[in-house]
């Protein structure tokens, strides 16, 4: 299984991006997935996640702000992400939303200036 993200960059506060995700080795269609971001000396985290049967759960931090969606065909999970705040600034990951991960990719990095 290999992940790879993309799409991260430098931003002003309140501006967007789009963040996308290509998962290959697997059938996308069978996994709950999931994008998490690690802030410098933080742990990494969960912000957004979607299952197998298209429902999407949300991070309070970034709720009403970011959405997450995928495309089983494209094998693809996409990040919008509106409205950015200092606080967003992280490396973004996308994987499975279980206990169990795949093996983490390199990650994209999202850098918001104020």
């Known amino acids: 299984v290999q992940l790879q993200a993309s799409g991260g960059g430098l931003v002003q506060a309140g501006g967007s991006l789009r963040l996308s995700c290509v998962v290959s080795g697997i059938s996308l269609r069978n996994y709950d997935m999931g994008w998490y971001r690690q802030a410098p000396g933080k742990q990494r985290e969960l912000v957004a996640a979607?299952?197998?049967?298209?429902?999407?759960n949300y991070a309070d931090s970034v709720k009403g702000r970011f959405t997450i969606s995928r495309d089983n065909g494209k094998k693809t999970v996409n990040l919008q992400m509106d409205t950015l705040k200092l606080e967003d600034t992280a490396v973004y990951y996308c994987?499975?939303?279980?206990?169990?991960?795949?093996?983490w990719g390199q990650g994209t990095q999202v850098t918001v200036s104020s």
């Open positions: 994987n499975r939303n279980s206990v169990v991960k795949f093996p």
């Open positions: 979607t299952s197998r049967d298209g429902s999407t």
